[in-house]
């Protein structure tokens, strides 16, 4: 997890709609709000319908994103396929689409 003053609260938290600047790959989203300074991994219940599933999916994305020089306020969508990809994949696909972002 991301230390409690680097996470996402709820009452700040955009929809995708609503959100800043957009930036997706094949098997994530990305959203970097127009206000707000914390990080959040959502893993939907359409993605992964097992709650253990989510959780894992969930850790693993957020273990891929420590080693990333992250933005401020990144909010990562998994897609539905990304739980099918390998830690060097998953971990060049947020690379990928961190470079998008900048």
Known sequence: MFPRHHRARRATF?????AGKRVSTAHFLALIPTEGSGYAVVVSKKVARLSVTRHRLKRRVIAALRA?????GLIVYPRATAGQLDSATMQGELEELLSKLS
């Not at 955009?14 to 609503?18: A, D, F, L």
């Not at 990333?68 to 401020?72: E, G, R, S």
């Open 68 to 72: 990333l020089n992250l933005p401020p």
């Open 14 to 18: 955009p929809t995708p709609r609503t």
